[in-house]
């Protein structure tokens, strides 16, 4: 009865993550005129030190089994907070780039196309992975690594990079990232 109980809240957790990543947030045309000024900052190594698994396993030999549950919520809830930063801004270079795939200039829409593939890629891990996240703070136990998450919003920091330069040359657009 337990069992069904945790897995049936895992399920609504997840229903719930999906929708708010998939529906995330309306963008307004000032969001899209200064798309800097609204990313928030994701800490790329900070992320992957939460979710390793040696730092877990290090973790769990050198605390008690009390304390290792309480510091791995809170590890994981910070995570999620990573992951949910890191969609919202995959969803507003989403609307950049989509703006740059009309560009008269091949290598701006080439640009302007892969970060809309990574950007779209980078949503779905992270539909994927919040779930995963808090199952695992119901389940200390279970492992998760949600790896592909922190390379993904990598490349796609460095397309964002690329396509500022191309289409402008002169703003400092990737600076928040």
Not at 37 to 47: G, L, N, P, W, Y
Not at 80 to 88: K, M, N
Not at 90 to 106: E, K, Q, W
């Amino acid at each position: 009865m337990i069992i069904t109980l945790i897995l049936a809240l895992a399920a609504l957790v997840a229903l719930l993550s999906s929708l708010r990543l998939t529906k995330g947030r309306a963008l307004t045309p000032e969001v899209l005129e200064n798309p800097a000024k609204h990313i928030r900052a994701v800490d790329v190594e900070a992320f992957r030190n939460l979710v390793d698994p040696d730092e877990e396993e290090f973790l769990r030999k050198n605390l008690s089994p009390v304390e290792f549950r309480r510091i791995q919520r809170e590890r994981l809830r910070a995570a999620v907070e990573y992951v949910s930063c890191a969609a919202q801004n995959a969803a507003i270079l989403l609307r950049v780039a989509d703006a740059g795939r009309r560009s008269a200039d091949p290598a701006t829409a080439q640009a302007a196309e892969k970060l809309v593939d990574n950007a779209i890629r980078l949503r779905l891990y992270a539909s994927l992975a919040i779930p995963r996240l808090y199952l695992g703070m119901i389940l200390p136990g279970a492992h998760i690594a949600p790896v592909r998450i922190a390379e993904s919003y990598e490349q796609m920091t460095r397309l964002f990079v690329l396509l500022g330069c191309l289409q402008y040359p002169t703003r400092g657009i990737s600076s928040a990232l």
